[in-house]
């Protein structure tokens, strides 16, 4: 077992949700669980979730590889997914992501030197209207991110 007797419980939680013939239907909250507790999902932890939940690895790995909130290699304390659908990029989501890459001195898919900030693109978040948005670590939208605005994140997340 790879994780802590707390992230089980808390993958038992889900897996009460469904039938017991549908246990697979957890896969997604569990490989959640698992990646807030480790930071990432390495091969062998899919492949502990695959065996708890009694699903075949393959499709545990089409799971986390499908979805842009799972992290399949380790990422900086903060990584923060910036919209670059197109309402996003027409509401100066370019220029957002432009004014992050500076500042970080980094590319998507990149890690800053200190470990602090990985940056990825991401698909649209459903708040078109708030443009430009940003996720960080997959739980926290941030909306009408000036440039201002992204420094003021910046500083907060560096604390």
Not at 10 to 28: C, G, N, T, Y
Not at 30 to 45: F, N, S, Y
Not at 79 to 84: A, G, N
Not at 136 to 159: Q, T
């Amino acid at each position: 077992m790879l994780l802590t007797e707390q992230a089980y419980k808390k993958i038992d939680r889900e897996l009460a949700k469904f039938p017991a013939d549908q246990r697979q239907s957890a896969v997604m909250a569990a490989l959640a669980i698992a990646q807030d507790e480790k930071g990432w999902l390495a091969p062998d932890v899919m492949q502990d979730i695959a065996d708890y939940i009694g699903m075949p690895a393959i499709a545990v790995q089409e799971v986390a590889t499908f979805y842009n909130m799972y992290n399949l290699k380790p990422t900086g304390n903060h990584k923060i997914t910036i919209c670059t659908n197109l309402p996003c990029a027409l509401s100066d989501g370019n220029k957002a992501a432009l004014h992050l890459k500076e500042k970080l001195g980094i590319d998507y898919r990149e890690t800053t030197a200190d470990g602090h900030f990985t940056l990825v693109e991401g698909e649209c978040m459903g708040a078109c209207g708030d443009a430009p948005v940003l996720l960080v670590n997959n739980k926290r939208m941030c909306s009408h991110m000036s440039n201002e605005k992204i420094d003021a994140l910046l500083e907060e997340l560096k604390k």
